[in-house]
């Protein structure tokens, strides 16, 4: 078949064929299942999806998803940002829109990829300490920011989540030099993954991971309870809703029908 052929039958143009050929785009999910359609192969170009996906990511962050697959629990203090595993999908293109990506949606897909991970009886115990900052750095749109925030207080019925907020009244926190993930490996070392501009550094010796966790114990001692932290959040929520003249009771069913329509579309 020629690449405008192809294109008609996925239903895209051939010059799109021909940039996924030369490795120039990266398909979407949707783009690999037609192909499974046009070809009969079964499911393979599914199957290969996962691995293509990640290199849309970059460079320096592709190994943290072999990590993140790897680890039997993910404990986390973010900053600045909310953790890719907990974003809804509209709140992560909004965060990912401002890197003027090449192919935003190719990016938007390998991170709600990686998502997968939390799903089954191997998902990994997770923790997450956010600092109030990352919750009131807010994209455009506060419908977007409100789902966002109910996603976070879903997770207090999830059994393998924990999330904490590190409020401006703890004052200074302890980790003033940034992010970092602890990851405990179902096999080999334990890691300390923190990112830079454009680089990424790994630890696995025994003695740095020690210090990791030591300063995650002090975050997670100065940050709000899980019950408490679900108050700030929901008060948040509250605070969005507020200059637009919507009582609590009616943003909150609000809330509660964006979410769930997020959520039935995988967001």
Known sequence: MSQQDLGKALYCSGALVGYIEAAKRYPTLEFAERCDD????????????PLVSRFVLPHAFRHM?????G????RTYQA???????????????????????DLDAALAARMERQSILQGASAPDVWVVIDEAALRRRPVGGEVMCVQLQRLLDYRYDPKMVVQV???????????????????????????????????QVLAHPDEFKKACFRYDLLRAAALSPEDSCELIASLMEELWAPRGVSPATAAVRVASASSVLHSVGG
């Open 38 to 49: 046009v070809f009969g192969t079964g499911g393979f170009f599914v199957r290969m999806w």
């Open 65 to 69: 998803v072999d990590f993140e697959a």
């Open 166 to 200: 590190l409020p401006f009244s703890a004052g200074i926190p302890v980790s003033m030099d940034g992010s970092f993930t602890l990851l405990a490996m179902d096999e080999g070392a334990d890691l300390v993954y923190s990112e830079g501009v454009g680089t990424a």
């Open 71 to 74: 680890a039997t629990a993910i």
């Open 80 to 102: 600045q940002a909310l953790y890719g595993l907990v974003q809804t999908e509209d709140f992560a293109r909004a965060m990912l829109a401002p890197g003027r990506h090449e």
